[in-house]
């Protein structure tokens, strides 16, 4: 009798597949456990919520819209009120039409915009609203924040097109971060997802192409899985105990370098043209333009500063905490554009307060950003400043669309 050796063959396989089947199932529920139980442990243990930001096709990035609840953040140590309206931004919902008698400064910025670690009345958005009001005379003043961790200047201009503009508003303030803003516009810089632009042959810009396909899962996780977020958190303090412990610069950093090297001088000019181009467009909708300059803990505290000096090594001397804010000051003033610097002020105040045993401007020692301090005085450095007050900018002469 012979044997067919294809049918014997095939006999084997099927049975190597019934006893491999049952283990892959064993494997896939021991797993599936671990993370429940893992997940159960994380929100046992810590006080860890999700995360709300989501990227999003046309504006880049934004929060879960219409989401208002208690999270614990970290970098506060202590719960806070998110509270996020109809666009996914931070604040209530308001008319899209600009109620009668009331003037309209919408503010768009990065993280140290939207303060996720303060409490909403606490920011120094909305405490330039209680500025603005206090000194109002009969007109009435609404700030609206639409700052996004990790936003870049192109993703701004993007939000304005898509969404600020709807609001109305006499002033536009860009809130611009020396900490990493400079860097953030550049693709050859940073690799995070967000809407990035790069220079025109024509001397504009050019926008590059952006997808949110491969980020769905991620987006659910952020909000359904604690122990998802954890991990993220995690990697994130290590990557960063890593760099501190080899005395790595980062990569925001050479925002500071005054020879401009290679791919930071393009990130400067995109900078640039991103800024004018920004004014411009704003401008032609009837409304006014300012430039608002946030200084990060280094450029204010020696101590910080001092290991700024150490990662660079060799080219320390190439480094200056002033420079950023001169070179987006000159940027500003080239093309007439109203602009808001902190730095000078910030670092006065921080010599008195040290002198008297208080506390620094930024969370975290002055490494993260504004605390209750910080925001309390950059709302009151930008609320006097020519060009932002009621004095000087008055219902009756903001310029008619």
Request: hydrophobic residues 40%; proline residues 4%.
């Amino acid at each position: 009798m012979k044997v067919d050796p294809s049918s014997s063959a095939g006999a084997d396989s099927r049975s190597r597949l019934r006893r491999f089947v049952p283990k892959l199932l064993v494997l896939v529920g021991t797993f599936a456990a671990l993370l429940a139980i893992g997940e159960v442990a994380v929100r046992s243990l810590t006080e860890i919520g999700p995360l709300l930001i989501v990227r999003d096709p046309k504006i880049g990035k934004r929060y879960v819209r219409n989401h208002d609840e208690r999270i614990f953040v970290p970098e506060a140590g202590e719960t806070v009120r998110l509270r996020f309206n109809r666009e996914g931004f931070r604040g209530p919902n308001l008319a899209y039409e600009k109620p009668d008698g009331v003037s309209r400064v919408a503010v768009v910025g990065d993280s140290m915009t939207v303060l996720v670690a303060t409490e909403e009345k606490k920011t120094w958005v909305a405490r330039l609203q209680g500025h603005l009001n206090r000194s109002a005379t009969g007109e009435r003043w609404e700030v609206m924040n639409f700052g996004v961790s990790s936003a870049s200047t192109g993703q701004e201009l993007v939000l304005y097109h898509e969404v600020v503009a709807q609001y109305e508003p006499d002033i536009v303030i860009l809130a611009l971060f020396v900490g990493n803003d400079v860097t953030d516009n550049s693709r050859r810089l940073t690799r995070a997802p967000r809407i990035y632009f790069d220079l025109a042959d024509d001397g504009g810009i050019r926008r590059l192409p952006y997808s949110t396909g491969t980020d769905r899962l991620s987006a659910w996780a952020n909000q359904h899985s604690r122990l998802y977020v954890w991990y993220r958190t995690v990697m994130t303090l290590s990557r960063a105990r890593v760099r501190q412990s080899h005395e790595r610069l980062e990569g925001r950093h050479l925002v500071f370098r005054t020879d401009e090297p290679g791919d930071l001088a393009h990130a400067w000019e995109l900078t640039r043209r991103l800024i004018s181009t920004f004014a411009r467009d704003v401008e032609a909708q009837g409304s006014r333009f300012v430039v608002a300059i946030l200084p990060s803990g280094p450029q204010i505290y020696d101590d910080l500063w001092s290991e700024i000096l150490a990662a660079a090594g060799d080219d320390a001397r190439y480094f200056d905490p002033s420079y950023a804010e001169k070179r987006l000051r000159a940027l500003c003033e080239e093309d007439g554009i109203t602009c808001v610097a902190l730095l000078d002020r910030m670092r006065l105040e921080a010599e008195r307060t040290q002198t008297t045993g208080g506390e620094r401007f930024f969370y975290d020692n002055g490494r993260r950003h504004f605390n209750d301090a910080g925001n309390a005085l950059a709302a009151e450095i930008i609320a006097n400043v020519p060009g932002i007050t009621t004095s000087q900018f008055s219902l009756d002469s903001r310029p008619r669309k």
